[in-house]
């Protein structure tokens, strides 16, 4: 979660949170255990009445997603089932949770088993709803259907509205959790995944919403982050975060402005990424302990990375107007890298690979070793 990214606008997905509390409802604060030809009415009348006259009917024709889990809440005593709703209504304000440090929720049990049911109501509404053939518009009440895509083009429209802190239009155009490659379209389909933040198999109260829906590449989702948990996973190896302050979040607290991505020569004599935060506090050293559990990035960037992808990069930028005259000594080189420094700050989020690109550019800028092996690449270079 290095960039900063905007919050998309996408009043369909608010308004199916809405639909999907309303559910909950009507499974925690009652008990029943009538007959599902006599529950039937009831539940579309309940809908009807809070304003959604088509999704009880939509939503009881979706049997294994909704109602037999809804019917085995519904038969559970209320006192076994209170605090839940609000525990919901609390959590799903993820602002507020960032604020004070903790879920409501993680009060109740974990074998808790009327949350166990409200759980599995709302992650079948992402699995078996969102994620497969969406919300008919008039379910919700508004002019266009509801599904993954719609939330895709959502967020990339809100990316592409995305803005510098100068106010200068800055659209996104990486990934923002390890700054390569955008999603791709074609055939007006976009082509990446969705990934839970906070895990849906951990967190399925919100596997649903906006805030815990991050367009992350296929890398990064299916290969690095996948259900790793990044405030409390027993497989981690940090000790040094407990709490929602010990995190970064995609929305709510990205790791740009925190965290610096530098590049230094370690005891192999060889130049490599370092990820570290700015501050060196306890806090900012957590949130950097999780964000590389949950991502890997220092990993990934490092490597054959700058064998492979920052030498041609740099490569690129430097030998533009230096082909004429065939001369290369340190000064033009010195010259060279302070214009590829401003270029890659200014295209940060914008080109991939920048990031680490620019980190390895200030460092050559500095580094006189560096610059004495980069006379030599550069005079290969302007010979070829
Ligand atoms: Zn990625």
Not at 153 to 173: E, F, I
Not at 194 to 213: E, G, I, T
Not at 224 to 235: C, E, L, P, T, V
């Amino acid at each position: 979660m290095y960039h900063p990214i905007n919050l998309p606008d996408c009043p369909a997905l608010n308004t199916f949170n809405e639909l999907i509390r309303l559910l909950l409802a009507f499974g925690l604060e009652q008990t029943s255990s009538q007959p599902e030809t006599e529950m039937e009415p009831l539940f579309e009348q309940y809908f009807t009445h809070h304003g959604f006259s088509e999704a009880g009917s939509w939503f009881w024709g979706k049997p294994v997603a909704v109602r037999q889990p809804l019917l085995k809440l519904l038969a559970l005593p209320v006192a076994e089932k209170v605090g839940i709703l609000a525990a919901f209504a609390a959590d799903i304000d993820l602002a507020g949770r960032f604020a004070d440090g903790r879920f409501q929720v993680s009060d109740f049990p974990a074998d808790d088993a009327a949350l166990a049911l409200a759980g599995e109501i709302v992650q079948n509404c992402y699995t078996r709803i969102l994620a497969a053939d969406g919300v008919p518009a008039k379910v919700l009440g508004m002019d266009a259907p509801l599904d993954r895509q719609a939330v895709l083009r959502a967020y990339l429209d809100a990316q592409n509205r995305r803005r510098d802190a100068n106010g200068n239009s800055s659209p996104l155009k990486v990934c923002p959790g390890c700054d390569s490659r955008p999603p791709s379209v074609s055939d007006n389909k976009i082509h990446e995944d969705l990934d839970h933040f906070f895990p849906k198999s951990r967190y399925p109260l919100l596997a649903v919403h906006l805030l815990n829906l991050t367009p992350l590449c296929k890398d990064c989702n299916q290969t690095y982050k996948g259900s790793k948990d990044a405030i409390a996973d027993n497989d981690a190896q940090v000790t040094d975060v407990h709490c929602l302050h010990d995190i970064f979040h995609p929305y709510l607290r990205p790791a740009q402005p925190e965290v610096a991505v530098n590049v230094c020569r370690l005891a192999d004599g060889q130049p490599h990424i370092v990820v570290e935060p700015r501050q060196n506090d306890a806090q900012q050293t957590a949130r950097l302990h999780s964000l590389l559990y949950t991502l890997n990035v220092n990993g990934r960037w490092d490597g054959d990375l700058i064998e492979e992808r920052l030498r041609p990069k740099l490569e690129m930028l430097l030998l533009h107007g230096w082909q004429d005259d065939g001369q290369v000594d340190e000064e033009k080189l010195r010259d060279g890298l302070a214009t590829a420094v401003a270029t890659l700050n200014r295209f940060i989020g914008r080109e991939p690979g920048n990031v680490t690109a620019l980190a390895y550019a200030r460092w050559l800028a500095g580094d006189g070793q560096g610059q004495r092996e980069w006379v030599q690449v550069m005079r290969t270079a302007v010979m070829r």
